[in-house]
């Protein structure tokens, strides 16, 4: 007679571990059959779901000694693969294969629950499920964020399309304008020096393209601005996913024009006015890696930041968010140092204003299109109706009933009114079978 096998140990995660329940299986059962036996067994605490939505990952999780893995177990907002190191177990793969030999006193399997189930009323109190189901929608928040970092050097249109979904931004739209309505004159436009690049990538040149800057862009003529030089810092850009973006970008850039201040101040990626990606030949992948930079640049900085990806030749692109899309304009080289001194002579007057004191009004008043360029923070703003929480001074005249309603309403509301949830269903169709 063949030795009896031992169950399948399991926990719904956000349960604590003292809820572990076993499972029962034969040779041929399947992790589907296995879901199924799961949502019979433990149907109480499940709700408007059916078994095909639970989630099941294998784990190795010991509890006969205290690991990080049991630890993050009394946290329900930890994440089922970075922190219980969980893989995601699919439908036809077979139980017995995939757990050989299963430790004695070991989690061997995470039940994960959709958001939307609400485990029922005997399960907990309404705060109760209301703050499961705000763990849960955490939860799912970070596994998207978690799934991928990108090098902004290597950033593609797919990852800018999945930007700009992101954010809901409308398509890039390229632009055309004359001087004059760029808010320049011909006296401004002055003939610029051609620069020329030696065999050495582009980086290692900054101690010739730096003196070049400084001298088409007339720095000297700017008191409180300066050409930053982050080379030396490979994570000048890098910023990690979170509410106004779905990856993790890492990287640096060429060149900026920042506030003077800020570099006695260590600060300079606060203060970021102008990004320079130099490039020795601009490619058309080039513009997602300038998108990227503009992004980054534009949530560190405290300024709407303009960028510009250029050869310092005969190419010169800016880019800048405006209503909410990105805007782009190409122009000559003359035109486009005018076009950036000028942008750089508004920067000079807005902080002499601030060191005296004085409305900002005067420096800030639109001339041109590029000075109405936008923060991307201003631009992403919350769905969250307003009425939501002022609904609170009127507990006292509601029902039980209706208070909670209330309040999963406003889980919800706010969970799908973040810019992430547009990342979900690509989410969920890109998990294991």
């Not at 296995?34 to 019979?40: A, H, S």
């Not at 989690?107 to 609400?118: C, E, K, M, S």
Request: proline share 5%.
């Amino acid at each position: 007679m063949p030795p009896k096998k031992a169950p399948i140990y399991c926990l719904v995660h956000g349960i604590p571990e003292v809820s572990v329940f076993g499972i029962k299986y034969d040779k041929n059962t399947t992790v589907d059959e296995f879901k199924e036996t799961i949502y019979t067994k433990k149907k109480n605490a499940f709700a408007n779901i059916d078994y095909p939505d639970l989630t099941l990952y294998q784990v190795n999780i010991d509890l006969n000694t205290q690991n990080p893995q049991r630890t993050a177990l009394t946290n329900p907002n930890s994440n089922i693969v970075g922190d219980l190191g969980g893989q995601v177990l699919r439908p036809m793969d077979n139980i017995e294969e995939k757990f050989t030999a299963p430790a004695n006193g070991h989690i061997h399997i995470i039940v994960d629950v959709p958001a939307v189930a609400l485990p029922v009323a005997a399960e907990g109190s309404d705060n109760e499920i209301l703050i499961r189901l705000e763990n849960k929608v955490d939860s799912i928040i970070k596994n998207v964020q978690q799934q991928s970092e990108q090098q902004i050097s290597s950033v593609s249109a797919r990852d800018w399309d999945k930007i700009q979904a992101f954010h809901g931004l409308d398509n890039i739209e390229a632009i055309n304008l004359s001087i004059e309505h760029l808010g320049l004159n011909a006296n401004d436009i002055v003939n610029v020096n051609s620069f020329g690049w030696d065999e050495r990538n582009e980086r290692a040149q900054n101690d010739r393209y730096i003196p070049h800057l400084n001298q088409i862009l007339r720095i000297g003529t700017y008191r409180t601005l300066t050409i930053f030089d982050p080379t030396s810092n490979a994570d000048f850009f890098t910023t990690d996913a979170g509410i106004y973006l779905p990856l993790r970008l890492a990287g640096t850039t060429d060149a900026v024009v920042v506030d003077r201040f800020s570099v006695a101040a260590m600060f300079p990626d606060c203060h970021i006015r102008i990004v320079l990606e130099l490039k020795k030949r601009v490619e058309n992948k080039d513009r997602y890696q300038a998108l990227a930079k503009l992004t980054t640049s534009d949530l560190r900085s405290n300024h709407a930041v303009l960028t510009v990806l250029t050869d310092l030749n005969d190419t010169w692109v800016f880019f800048w968010f405006e209503q909410k899309k990105v805007k782009t304009l190409t122009l000559p080289r003359n035109t486009a140092v005018a076009l950036i001194n000028n942008n750089m002579k508004l920067a000079n007057q807005e902080n002499m204003a601030k060191e005296n004191n004085q409305s900002e009004e005067a420096s800030t008043e639109e001339q041109g299109p590029l000075p109405k360029r936008q923060k991307l923070k201003h631009i992403v703003t919350s769905n969250v109706s307003s009425d939501i929480d002022p609904m609170e001074d009127f507990f006292d005249m509601m029902t039980e009933e209706e208070i909670f309603r209330y309040k999963t309403k406003r889980v919800l509301t706010q969970f799908f009114s973040k810019p992430i949830f547009s990342e979900l269903n690509n989410y969920q169709r890109t998990l294991p079978l």
